[in-house]
Structure formats: C-alpha cells, structure tokens
C-alpha cells in the first residue's frame, strides 16, 4: 500500500535527514515530480529529466551535471566520471526523473554512487513509474543507503492539498476546477497550470491575476483542455513540438533556430509557456509525458510524417538516438532512409532498444519495408535477440536457418557451450579459427579454450591458451579473456600461483576498459585461486572487490557467486555473524533471480554461527561440503581447528 503525498513528504523527510538517498516510485502523473520539488526547494540541487525511453548515453544524469559542474559538454566514460566526482566535491542533491527510463548502466551506477555518497558528496533522489524485479531487488540489497518511497494513486484531496501548498491566495473555486479536470491527475494538472499561465492568469511568481481569472472559464475536462491547447498553436509551435517529440533528444538552440529561422522564439516561448518544452536556456526538449502525448496526436499523422521527412532535410536526425530515428522512419514510410539506417546501424541495435521485446516488434514491423540484405541482417539481429532471451535452442535454430557467416558460427558455439555441447562447440569454433584472423580468430579461441575448460580437459585448454597468446592479439577484451582462461586452465592442474599471475594479468587488462564484464569474474577466480591456497585473507579482499564491482556494472548472477564464496571464507574463518549476513543476501538475490539450489549456503551458515556459539559441536557432511568443497585440507584454518 502507498502513501499519499502528505505521507510520503513526512517519510522523504526523514530519509534525507538520515542522509539515505531516495527512489519515489509511482504511476505516470501520481505526484512524483510535484513531491521531489517540495523537498529540494531551498536545497542545492540539479534536476535531469530523460527525454526518451531507456537513454542510450550510458551514465546521462552524472554526464549532464558534470557538464553544468565543469562548463564542458562532453560524453565521459564512467573513470571520468568517478575521478572528476570525487575531486569537485558538489555537495548537492542529484534529481534523476524517470530512473526506470535509463539505460541499465545508469540505474546501477545510481546504486553505487548510494552506496559511496561519502566519497562522492552527491545524494540523489530519482523517481520511476515502476521498477522491475531485479532492480527492486538491487535497491532492497542496499536498504541501509537507499529508501524506497511507493506513492499511492492521488486522490482529489491530494491534487488540492498540492494546488494550496503552492498557491497560496489560489481561489478556492480555481482550485476545485483545476483539481477537476485534472481528474486526480498531476501530469494533467501541470497542463492546466501551464495553459493558466500561458493566459498570464498564474504568474511566474505564483500569483493569479484576479482581474484577467474572472473574465475565464476553465475546460470541463483533459479531453477538451488538449483540443483548446492545440487551438493556441501556430504552425511554427506544432512543427517545432513534433520535431521535439520524434528526435526524443534535446537541442541546442542554436540548432533548431537554423533549421527553423524567423518565428523559432514566439514557437519555444509558447511551447515553454503551455508546459509543452523545456527551455533550459541554452537546451531545449519536450516534455514528455502522457498528457503531451496526447496533444501531439492530435496534431495528426499526416503531420508526423511531413515532420519527420522535413527533419532528415534539414538534418535535424542528426545526433537522435537510434531507436528514435527507426521508429520516425518506420512510421512515416520512409523506407530509403530506413533501409540505409538498418545496413549502417545493425550492430548497435542490441545496445540501443528499449528492451528485446521492442526491437523484436521493430524487426519484425521493418522487414516488408527494406531490401533483401537488410531483411538478412534483421533477421541476424533476431537470432540474436532470441539468444539474449535465453531461449537458445530457438536461437540455436534461427541461426542455422540463415548464412551468418563467422559471426553467425561464433555464436552458435557460444550458445552450445551454454546448453552443454562442448564437442559440437568446439568443432565450430576450430572451423572459424582456420578460415579467420584478427578479432574474429581471437574471438573463436576464446571459445575453444572455453569449450576445452567446461569439458574438464585443462591440459589441453592450457596448451591452446598458450597456442593463442603467442600470436598477436590486438583486440584487449580478448586478450584479457584468453588470459582468464589460461590461469583457469591452471587452476584445473593445480599450479596455483601461475595461475594467480595470470588472472592478475588479466585483471590489469580488464581494468584499462573500466567497464569491462570481464573486471568481477576475474576478481571471483583470485578469490577462488586464494581459497585454494588457504589463503583467506587474500580471497576476502577479492571477494569484496567483486561484490563491490558487480553492483557497479549490474551484474547480479556474478554478485551471488560472490555472496557464496564469502560464506565459504567466512565459515572457513569462523567469522559467523558475516557468514550469515552473507548466507542471507545470497538467498534472497537466490530468490530475486528464480534461482534454486541456494538452501546449502544458508544452512551452512547457520551450523557455523551454532557450532561457533556453542549449539553445536560439529557440522553436517552437507555442510562441511559446501564450505571445504574442492579444498584438500582445512586443518590449518579457524574451521578446521574447532573441528579437530
């Protein structure tokens, strides 16, 4: 049950006195936005606002308040990010609206940046219209940093107890007519605040021009409050609105008054005036949400496609986010441009869309429109997008129904590696490595060396780690897992030290990428490496590098192997009261992720905070399993004294 907006301010409140950072989560117009303006007023702060779905620039909110920090605007990767947060020291409040419609990469350095606000000085409150599973998940993994506020649907007393909160000497009846036809709706109501204020009956200052208010009479409803709103516009405004709208980014002044030329300030002023666009200043964006949705439709589609067509002219896709620029021309029956995006554009598509399941429905919704060679690249993406889906064996037969060629190939074997095919995988693999060079060729001994590890034949898969780096590898990221894989290779065989500089080698490479997927798996094969050595101290310190790093780039199923080997550590140490903290955190991630199999790490936790209190005296053969599993002798450790 969610707490009405009176409740939810009390609650915020308390949650920025105890210096947590906040996430408002709501439906769309549920007074998310209203409530984060009330607690930040007087308070340093920034606000970002997304303006499309899922925004691809990976880290926005952090990007766009660097940029107003430092007065340069530029694209930074996320060691940039971290070095240049840690020596301004902004001590504000970062607002991120619509933190459910940020890319991955952002919402999880939203976490991490939680977890560390005394290195950073940035405290952030972010709304979201809902959060998926794993992301409340994640949030509930860091309750002790992050306070999760659930809004109810508002009711009519919550839009007027807002409206006199805000406007003071608003008229009563004012009040009751715009809580009217806001119908319980606080997108709507910023509307109708917008379109008052575009009559110059509310003032900037929040006033109302008594005078003007007596001689008006307000829209009885949503529906007749966006026809009238349109009737305001101009050609100049609807065309600058649809331009807007379609890009889903935001422009540069300067930008759009070349391409619109004489009318383009009386356009942004009203746009600006209704609530319709943002005008930063020297940025300008829609504003988007459903209310304006709905008054773009009405503009009509023979507009949108005449925008849009109008837009390629005069080169305002430039610079708009990929997804947006396929819909634009999907829609408007562009196919020539459609066609040329697909054929230079194919390979971001899976990094771009929204979800899977809207670049499915795009694929599928652009193939009658495009050539013959761009209905096969669309089809590879599908294959693809199947595969991420973890729906491998239809991946497995989407792939072998086209000529993928070596890609195609490499990403049979990495699908046959996950459902256990090791043999086929290999022989794929080995097929790609006699017919490529370069990054392909890399890539494919990756997935031998791979194959060769998961079947249990280390010597062999140390032999053709060997075999690999002894040719020039350009490509890092398959240096550094070819690397990885060599020091597994010999951890198979026991020769833990070589294997111990290897990973570490590996490790250093990663780590030039900062982002790399390859950073927490090999901070989980040093602990494991450490592990085997008795080593506890040494895996502790990389067990707590890799759950540190997994919250930095979302990586859930890596976090949990963590949890699990530092119950190991832990239980091995006689550390109990970690061991069960951990025990804990790892069921409930078990839990999140569908996951079974998890019972062994909180059972085994337990019999170790029992036998360390002295409720038990020794621990179960099931127990003892998990805890020494691989190990050959625990004599020396905590656990294996107590024990003996």
Known sequence: MGLNLQEALVRCSELMEEERCIVLTGGPGWGAQEL?????????????????????????????????????????????????????????????????????????????????????????????NSLSSGFSSLLGENSDRIGVVELSRPTDRDVVWYLRERFRDMPGDLVSAVARVSNRNFDAAHYVLGYLSYLGILR???????????????????????????????????????????????????????????????????????????????????????FGDRIVALLGRDAYVRCAQWMVQAGLMNGVPLQARLVAYLRSGNSRALDA????????????????????????????????????????????????????????????SIDGGSEGALAVADMLIEIGGYKRALETALEVLESERGALAAEASGLCIRA???????????????????????????????????????????????AISDLRVALGIFEESF?????????????????????????????????????????????????????????LALKAEECME??????????????????????????????????????SERALSFLTGGLRDIAKTPLGEALH
Not at 63 to 91: A, C, F, P, S, Y
Not at 455 to 473: P, Q, V
């Open 341 to 400: 995006e697909v054929r230079e554009n194919w390979r971001l598509m899976l990094r771009r869309f929204t979800s899977l399941t809207d670049l499915m429905s795009f694929i599928e919704s652009a193939m009658p429109m495009v050539t013959e060679e761009s209905r096969k690249l669309l089809q590879t993406m599908r294959c693809t997008c199947l595969y991420n889906s973890y729906r491998y064996g239809e991946a497995l037969q989407c792939f072998e």
């Open 204 to 290: 900037d200052d929040g006033t109302v021009n008594l005078g003007l208010y007596r001689h008006f009479t307000i829209p009885p409803d949503a529906p007749t409050l966006a026809s009238r709103i349109v009737s305001h516009l101009g050609d100049g405004a609807r065309q600058l609105l649809l331009a807007l709208y379609i890009s889903g980014r935001e422009y540069r002044r300067v930008e759009l008054e070349a391409a619109f030329g004489e009318g383009f300030a009386s356009a942004v002023g009203d746009l600006s005036r209704l609530g319709l666009a943002r005008d930063d200043g020297g940025e300008i964006a829609f504003n988007k949400g459903p």
């Open 582 to 619: 951990y025990a804990v955190k790892a069921q409930a991630l078990c839990n999140s992720l569908g996951l079974g199999g998890c019972s062994d790490i909180l059972e085994s936790a337990r019999e170790v905070l029992n036998l360390v209190e002295g409720r038990q005296g020794e621990l």
């Open 452 to 498: 060769l590890l998961e079947s249990g034949n280390y010597r062999e898969a140390l032999d053709a780690s060997k075999s690999a780096l002894s040719s020039r590898i350009e490509d890092r990221q398959a240096l550094g897992e070819i690397t990885r894989l060599k020091g597994l290779a010999e951890m198979g065989l026991g020769m833990l030290e070589s």
């Open 515 to 571: 982002e790399s997927k390859g950073i927490t798996s090999t901070l989980i094969d040093l602990a494991t490496a450490h592990l085997s050595m008795l080593d506890l101290e040494g895996s502790e310190e990389f067990c707590r590098k890799a759950i540190e790093n997994s919250f930095l780039l979302g990586e859930a199923e890596r976090r949990l192997q963590a949890y699990s080997m530092m119950v190991r550590v832990c239980g």
């Open 36 to 128: 984060v303006d009330m607690l930040v007023s007087g308070e340093k702060h920034w606000a970002h606002r997304p303006y499309y779905d899922r925004e691809i620039l990976k880290y926005a909110p952090y990007n766009r308040l660097l940029d107003r920090l430092t007065g340069r605007h530029e694209q930074r990767e996320l060691d940039v990010i971290i070095r240049t947060l840690e020596t301004i020291r902004w001590d504000g409040w970062l607002v991120t609206n619509g933190l459910d419609m940020l890319s991955d990469h952002t919402k999880h350095f939203f976490v991490y940046l939680s977890r560390n606000t005394s290195r950073f000085h940035v405290r952030q409150i972010a709304t979201a």
